[in-house]
């Protein structure tokens, strides 16, 4: 495949003026019309086609090092540089005004905080074909053929379940990212992203470039996984992934095909460990997830969610064929996805309780934002998913979860620890003010009296 346009394109000639305009202009008088909100402030929003998605995409792409680079200087490390002095977050442009002062308008167009703060990255996409596009070129940036993946898979736009257990194939060593698309037709942001990460195939991923789940428009071939109900779905990934790594996985992850938002942590533990999800519907287990388990009797099995999404009949079920069976959970989707990203039992789960780690911050509402935004969860800091059920405040579980996280230091910053968190989703899905609060308890703090 060749990209359309270089894959380290600058942002559009256009765009570019319009930033320089806004830095020389001089303070605006009162009753003046707001600014439009920047182009770089919605980096992964869809656009109509023939309107502007090929800018988007080439801005995307151009920003896709600065993706990693915050995730890294502001992720686990330890070394980089991060003052306990730093002012607090800017807030939210204020609605109410009708004007802005010349710095107000150059912190928008640069897209602080609604791009990046100090300690969060925003992919702001309009929909999940965007966030994927925009989170496969971030954890991809292909300006050389080192840093493209050797495949690619593509998932139906409304297939949540085929998505989430696609993110299987985003582990080592296949490392393929989700892009999503239509049944007749590729979004033209799928469509963009595909042709800069530009995928051939290897060894590891059986010489496919492509993968396709279920009946999805793409260009080439495409290595194919039949779609049906999630049960059968999964099933037939499952069988792909232990045919390309060529050994049973360590782990197997039940969730629910019925309660997307109790299934959608599974997503960023298959991409970062290579454990296969398998799905449970009601109070009987599928007979594709059976099989597979009856399959597999000495993997030990891990059911995600309360009773509430996958009944203690299910569990016991599990028990009949499986050697080992566990259940993680949280009473809501918000407390699952904490659950989950403090489990720990041997070698399975995140084990995140303690700071200096990266994390993803997704909605509750759109399930295949998880499988977008997995391969953030594989790659750079290396992150849970952890959710929000509303756009303004953020949930009581995760705040304080975050809190028992924050990061400290005594004596010299350059040598702590440091948390990062990606932002999935525009500010209609997260709000500006709750971006500015994960960013205040990710914040590296003075502690003690060290000097």
Do not use: C
Not at 80 to 92: C, I, L, N
Not at 236 to 241: D, K
Not at 299 to 321: N, Q
Not at 348 to 354: A, H, K
């Amino acid at each position: 495949m060749t990209p359309k346009r270089p894959i380290n394109a600058d942002v559009p000639e256009a765009e570019t003026k319009a930033a320089e305009a806004t830095a020389q202009e001089a303070p605006k008088p009162k009753g003046a019309p707001k600014p439009e909100r920047s182009r770089k402030a919605d980096l992964g929003r869809s656009e109509p086609p023939g309107t502007g998605t090929p800018k988007l995409l080439g801005a995307l792409v151009a920003l896709a090092v600065v993706f990693i680079a915050a995730a890294i200087v502001f992720g686990t490390g330890g070394g980089g540089s991060h003052s306990s002095e730093a002012p607090a977050p800017t807030p939210a442009p204020a609605a109410s005004k009708p004007a802005q002062s010349a710095p107000g308008q150059t912190a928008e167009a640069l897209g602080y905080p609604g791009f990046a703060t100090d300690n969060t990255t925003r992919i702001g996409g309009s929909d999940p074909v965007a966030n994927a596009a925009a989170a496969a070129l971030a954890a991809f940036p292909s300006t050389t053929p080192s840093q493209r993946p050797a495949a690619v898979t593509v998932v139906g736009e409304e297939d949540w379940a085929g998505a989430i257990a696609a993110a299987v194939l985003m582990a080592e060593p296949v490392r393929a990212p989700i892009l999503f698309s239509g049944p007749d037709e590729m979004p033209e942001a799928s469509e963009e992203a595909l042709a800069a990460l530009d995928p051939q195939g290897s060894a590891d991923t059986g010489q496919a470039a492509l993968f396709a789940v279920g009946t999805v428009a793409y260009p080439g071939k495409a290595a194919p996984v039949d779609s049906g109900d999630p049960a059968a779905t999964a099933a037939q990934i499952f069988n792909l992934r232990e045919r390309l790594v060529g050994a049973p996985p360590k782990h197997i992850v039940v969730a629910s095909g019925t309660s997307p938002d109790f299934a959608m942590p599974a997503a960023a533990w298959a991409a970062r460990s290579g454990d296969p999800v398998l799905y449970a519907e009601g109070k009987q287990l599928p007979q594709p997830t059976a099989a597979l388990l009856k399959a597999h009797p000495k993997v030990p099995v891990y059911v995600l969610g309360p009773s509430s999404a996958i009944p203690s009949e299910v569990v016991r079920e599990i028990g009949k064929v499986s050697r080992s069976v566990k259940r993680v959970s949280g009473e809501d989707p918000v407390a699952n996805a904490v659950a989950f990203a403090r489990y720990r039992d041997g070698g399975f789960g995140w084990d995140i309780n303690d700071p200096g780690h990266g994390f993803v911050l997704a909605r509750s509402d759109s399930p295949a934002d998880a499988a977008a935004a997995a391969p953030l969860s594989a790659s750079g800091t290396w992150g849970p998913l952890l959710l929000t059920d509303d756009a303004e405040a953020l949930p009581a579980e995760v705040r304080s979860y975050l809190l028992d996280l924050k990061p400290g230091y005594t004596t010299d910053p350059t040598r702590a620890f440091y948390n990062h968190v990606w932002v999935i989703g525009d500010e209609d899905a997260i709000g500006l003010e709750q971006q500015a609060e994960v960013n205040e308890l990710a914040e590296l703090a003075k502690i003690g009296g060290g000097e």
